[in-house]
């Protein structure tokens, strides 16, 4: 705190010091070492500095109106708003993946028992965590663990085996599992390859059809390659194949497969992206008051109203109340 009100660093280089210390893989941590250098700034800075020639010249309009100082055309204007507007939208939409890499993902591997979901869960955790055995039904409770997958923290969960309850026990794990369909950000979905699809199997995928999924077809050494689809990801949790492909085929789901957001410093911040939200409104107000041919003056606070939530990111003019909200989340020491 005392770096950033002296100077040094600006706002959203100290929020980086936070993320580096809680951060939980290298591919986070790599993040925040680049967001610590300034990586967001840089890429607001050019932003904010044409937003504030375009408010200097409408004020020098509005200001010396009367020694013929020249006012852009409403094409001008617009123009210059969209120079800002359009790379501010662009940021807004890495909030998507740079949640998921502040945060972490939630994957539940669900399916019918004896499809090998346990088998799976324990090939992508790479060791014996879930239960295994010949017996359906062996998996009652969830099963969670934490891995990185593409440097992303990724909670895996093992469900129960989801068909027609045998005892209560079973049916609390079923009751779960559904439940855990409902919030994970990510479902697994596990079919038997070898097995032929069964109007039960349409029934339990049903309240998983709205959900993001990758539908995977494991045991796939006791099938013919001939008929494989390429809209499932194939695998044998018994021999390892696949499994490759399946780890791509998440992070191609959360877009982790492009470095290019880390070099150009993306949003994982949630003030930050609500700041940079009110500013492409603010600009989005002053594109209808130009089409609508409001005086410069009134104009004028559109833009204004723009340009104060960017430099509420940096901290330039962040209140006192928010830097206690943010520099109290900071372990001082014990």
Avoid at 30 to 54: C, H, I, M, T
Wanted: proline residues 4%; hydrophobic residues 40%.
């Amino acid at each position: 705190m005392r770096a950033f009100l002296n100077g040094r660093i600006d706002l959203t280089q100290a929020e980086a010091v936070r993320d580096l210390i809680e951060s939980r893989t290298l591919y986070q941590a790599k993040v925040a070492a680049q967001q610590l250098e300034g990586a967001l700034s840089r890429r607001l800075q050019p932003l904010k500095q044409k937003l504030v020639e375009l408010i200097a010249t409408l004020e020098a309009g509005v200001d010396f109106a009367e020694d013929d100082v020249s006012v852009l055309p409403a094409d001008q204007i617009l123009d210059r708003i969209e120079t800002v507007r359009s790379p501010l939208q662009e940021l807004a939409h890495t909030f998507a993946y740079g949640k998921i890499v502040h945060e972490g993902l939630t994957l539940a591997i669900v399916g019918r028992p004896n499809v090998g979901k346990s088998s799976l869960f324990n090939r992508l955790v790479e060791r014996e965590r879930a239960i295994v055995t010949p017996t359906p039904g062996t998996t009652r409770d969830l099963v969670t663990e934490t891995v990185a997958i593409g440097g992303i923290p990724v909670q895996l969960i093992d469900t129960a085996g989801i068909r027609r309850a045998l005892d209560e026990a079973e049916s609390i794990g079923i009751r779960k599992s559904l439940e855990t369909i409902a919030d994970a950000d990510l479902v697994l979905i596990v079919r038997d390859s070898s097995q032929p699809v069964t109007p039960e199997d349409e029934e339990w995928m049903k309240p998983v059809a709205e959900r993001p999924a990758i539908l995977i077809e494991n045991k796939c050494d006791l099938m013919a390659p001939a008929s494989k689809s390429n809209d499932c990801v194939y695998t044998s949790a018994l021999t390892g194949e696949g499994i490759a492909e399946l780890r791509n085929a998440i992070l191609r789901h959360i877009g982790g497969e492009s470095g290019t957001q880390t070099d150009a410093g993306f949003l994982t911040n949630v003030r930050h992206q609500s700041r940079v939200r009110e500013s492409i409104a603010g600009l989005q107000a002053a594109e209808s008051a130009v089409g609508n041919r409001i005086p410069h003056e009134m104009l004028l606070l559109d833009l204004y109203s723009a340009l104060r939530p960017l430099d509420e990111i940096t901290g330039a003019t962040t209140t006192d109340d928010i830097l206690n909200l943010i520099f109290s989340t900071f372990c001082i020491g014990k």
